[in-house]
């Protein structure tokens, strides 16, 4: 057992993920309060003087209400060293959500009782099952009128191909909501509001044999329902099996209220009993282990311009083996460097605390002389493997580029380089033809907005926005095999390039796909990049 297996053992990284409003954000904020983390947690949004979320910290989060970046949150909870990477719920920034999918070992899912399952919680659930990753259900708001709790099971069994087993159960909803039943512990946990962002609430515990407590507390109906559905659940529901959990075929769910803070310290315990250590990762050398290899992470997101009055760049790593000693070289494999990482911390929102050492599951940033890129593996310098690249999603929204004042043309180029680099964003360029003509491609048309506002308030630079008709991209496979200037295209095909020089193809209509490819005999065209 060598000296750092006890502190991996003792770590949990999950991610967070779930639809706009479904509560993902105040969720997070009332596990730091259960840590310790924050001693008041804030409103999400709303009024201008309310606090903002302890984990949005770009400026246009702040003014909008939503995250459009991950944040990294770290806190301590019963012996247990955890690590929450907070997503953006918005369909526009699903890139950002799928690579901090890569870094977590496990997913929360959160879903509005009163909603179900809504379009991204389904989009973000393939990326989950792709990568057979544990998934946790919090159905969320039980302190609002909820739909049918068989309904809402069903609906994620149906929508999502996952069993559900409930862990607790719900009793009545909205202004009738009085608590859950817990079904290992056969017992009622009663519901109190508390005050909003306080941890205290007053709730009993009553056994479920004490049916005259029961009644006195809940009410005859409320009993009389209960007992019915649970002699229903018992007889449909999917029996818990851990190592079902662990495989990504079974979702343990629980019900609760985030915003009054019922059913969040439930739900952790809970949580941290069935979650894994950190997982192994898989490299071209293998699959390593992490207590049993010396340092390696990869990097899975850059944001740049995290402190304003530095213009810095931060590399985030989700540490994959072994432990992290500021002290010592390592090895950035894409580059064959070798150094020390500088001034690595651990980042909550927009402060920083500066590490001396880390483990395996734990998410460090790093500041970035600019020679990191999304998917880089570092390793001991005696070392040298690569940890499996991350998919570029293709962009599906293109617009042409312009600077507004022509004399900060530099301002422009840095900018939206280092944005770039930062994965939200793709740039591309006319083939051949240099950085003249720049083309944006983005997942989703917000990010659109969110480009304007930082070359604005981070590079003090105007752009102009033409939006492009092109909905398809494609990279070319056999790139080395085609002569790219003569390949025979159709009218609404156009020519581009990424800025590493790899060729690109943009179309108006899918069927102009499929006609370059016969038109190209031997053409290999793929919707993924690589980082």
């Known amino acids: 057992m060598t000296d750092y297996t006890k502190e991996i053992n003792r770590r949990r990284t ?63 909870y019963d012996g247990f060293c955890i690590n929450i990477l907070d997503t953006p719920g918005h369909q526009d920034f699903s890139e950002d959500t799928y690579r901090t999918l890569m870094a977590a070992d496990s997913a929360v899912m959160v879903i509005d009782a009163s909603k179900g399952v809504e379009a991204q919680t389904r989009k973000l659930f393939k990326v989950c099952a792709m990568r057979h990753i544990p998934i946790f259900t919090f159905i969320n708001k039980m302190d609002r009128d909820a739909n049918d709790t068989f309904d809402l099971l069903d609906e994620v069994e149906k929508e999502l191909g996952i069993a559900t087993c409930p862990v607790n159960w719900p009793i009545g909803s909205g202004k009738g909501f009085k608590g859950v039943f817990d079904r290992e512990g056969a017992k009622v946990i009663t519901y109190s509001d508390t005050e909003k962002g306080t941890k205290e609430g007053i709730s009993k515990e009553i056994p479920l044999e004490n049916r005259e407590e029961l009644i ?49 310290e439930i739900f952790l315990q809970h949580f941290l009993e069935m979650a894994t250590t950190p997982l192994p990762r898989k490299a071209d050398i293998g699959l390593l282990e992490p207590a049993e290899h010396e340092f390696s992470a990869f990097v899975f997101k850059i944001q740049a311009n995290m402190n304003k009055a530095h213009r810095d760049r931060i590399a985030f790593m989700r540490i994959c083996s072994g432990k992290y000693d500021a002290a010592k070289e390592v090895r950035h494999v894409q580059s064959g460097r070798v150094m020390r990482l500088s001034q690595p911390q651990q980042i909550m929102a927009d402060e920083r605390k500066i590490l001396s050492e880390a483990y395996a599951g734990d998410i460090i940033g790093v500041f970035d002389p600019g020679i990191f890129s999304i998917g880089d593996t570092l390793c001991m310098p005696k070392e040298s493997f690569r940890y499996e690249g991350i998919p570029t999603f293709a962009p599906e929204h293109f617009a042409r580029v312009r600077q507004i004042d022509t004399m900060k043309r530099k301002q422009f180029i840095k900018g939206i380089s280092q944005i770039a680099q930062e994965g939200a964003i793709q740039v591309f360029q006319e083939l051949a033809g240099g950085m003249e003509e720049i083309i944006v491609g983005v997942v989703g048309v917000l990010q659109f907005e969110v480009l304007k506002y930082r070359l604005e308030n981070e590079y003090r630079v105007d752009i102009g926005l033409e939006q492009l008709p092109y909905e398809y991209i494609r990279w070319i496979e056999n790139k080395e095999e085609i002569d790219i200037q003569r390949l025979q295209g159709t009218s609404d095909m156009k020519k581009i390039q990424d800025l590493k020089g790899n060729p690109l193809l943009l179309f108006v209509n899918e069927w102009s796909i499929r006609m370059t490819c016969e038109r190209n005999k031997g053409l290999q065209l793929s919707e993924f990049g690589r980082n």
Request: proline content about 2%; cysteine-free; glycine content about 10%.
């Open 14 to 76: 999950f991610a967070i993920i779930s639809h706009p409003d479904a509560g993902k954000t105040t969720l997070t904020e009332k596990f730091l309060l259960y840590g310790g983390a924050i001693n008041l947690a804030g409103s999400v949004k709303g009024k201008a003087t309310a606090r903002h979320a302890v984990s949005d910290w770009m400026e246009i989060e702040k003014e909008r209400g939503i995250s459009v970046t991950s944040s990294v949150l770290q806190f301590e």
């Open 216 to 264: 006195e507390n809940i009410g005859q109906e409320a009993a009389d329902k209960l007992f019915d559905e649970l002699e229903l659940l018992d007889g449909a529901g999917a029996e818990f099996d851990l190592a079902d959990v662990r495989s990504g075929d079974l979702t343990p769910v629980f019900f609760g209220s985030a915003l009054t803070n019922f059913g969040v």
